[in-house]
């Protein structure tokens, strides 16, 4: 009852809160130097032209006209035309966005894979070869900017030894996953030196915890101490660093798609940047806010579930 009326309160903290992100998206799209205008018709352009063409995108009207009617398309799921490709964006979001998700949950799938182990070796032999090898390797990753573990990514196993393709996307699920893995390798190395390092620290915290001493006292197997008592303790710090760095790897994505030529919303939204296509920005980044703030709030629930004292 405790967790229902918790998630029941987190459900309704997101609505102030996405009428935030409107009011911020609404106002620095058009803080972009710029206008649709300029970008469509060249440098070039005529003012009778820019006049022309600003009317009949709505962007000669005052800014709370046009904020309203933002409002108003967004409520009703109408999010407008692409000013350049002449599609609908949802359309466009519903064909690009799938791509980025599948990446990053990859790309956290597979921090997850190499975090977890490593860290339960590196906390229980503290101080060993082995805990300073995985220590440093790791830090070698995080140093590295995306972009260029992604170039020496594809420049090592995509150029040279073939093994993977060096851009695209695929067509059938497996062949998806293919195309994918050097991307989310990309992605996941910084965010699996993050967690591993926080979950190291997580465990040795609870490894020296009363409530453990008592349970080996009890007679209990390691692996039942580590799982049960353990585990589920130090995950709560490692689960919220978690949610809190899907958009982290969200905004990593928009690097790794234009260094991988995948057609994912992170590309998109360049491209969408630089053309000056309002509509679209405005609609993938609230697609993107609102992605965010459900992973915020599943954190939580996975929180409040390992310790329910969060819900209450």
């Known amino acids: 009852m405790a967790l229902l009326s918790f998630i029941s309160r987190r459900l309704l903290q997101l609505i102030p809160t996405l009428a935030f992100i409107l009011v911020v998206i609404f106002v620095l799209v058009r803080l972009l130097p710029g206008d649709p205008a300029s970008a469509i018709l060249g440098d070039r352009a005529r003012d009778a032209d ?13 800014w709370p006209v046009q904020f309203a009617l933002f409002v108003k398309h967004i409520v009703t799921g109408d999010l407008g035309n692409s000013i ?58 995080l140093s590295m900017p995306v972009f260029y573990v992604g ?51 997580a465990i040795i915290g609870v490894v020296g915890a009363e409530y453990v001493d008592f349970a080996r006292s009890k007679g209990l197997s390691s692996r039942l101490i580590m799982m049960r008592h353990v585990l589920r303790n130090a995950l709560i710090s490692t689960v919220t660093l978690l949610g809190l760095q899907i958009g982290t790897l969200l905004g990593g994505a928009v690097i790794t798609e234009t260094v991988f030529a995948i057609p994912g919303a992170g590309r998109l939204m360049i491209e969408s940047i630089y053309g000056r296509d309002y509509p679209v920005v405005q609609g993938l980044t609230f697609a993107l806010a609102i992605i965010v703030s459900l992973t915020f709030l599943a954190t939580d629930i996975v929180q409040a579930w390992l310790d329910p004292r969060v819900a209450r």
């Open 50 to 62: 820019v006049t022309r063409i600003n009317a009949e995108l709505g962007l000669d009207q005052p």
């Open 84 to 141: 350049h490709l002449k599609v609908s964006v949802a359309s466009l979001i519903a064909e690009r966005l799938p791509v980025t998700l599948m990446l990053t949950a990859m790309a956290a799938l597979i921090a997850l894979a190499l975090s977890v182990p490593l860290a339960f070796v590196a906390a229980t032999r503290r101080g060993s070869l082995s805990d300073n090898a995985i220590r440093g390797s790791f830090q070698v990753g």
């Open 151 to 201: 170039l020496i990514l594809l420049t090592v196993f995509g150029a040279k030894l073939r093994w993977f393709p060096v851009g695209g996307f695929g067509t059938t699920f497996l062949d998806q996953l293919y195309h994918l893995f050097l991307p989310a390798v990309t992605l996941a190395l910084s965010l699996s030196a993050i967690l591993m390092r926080n979950l190291r620290s």
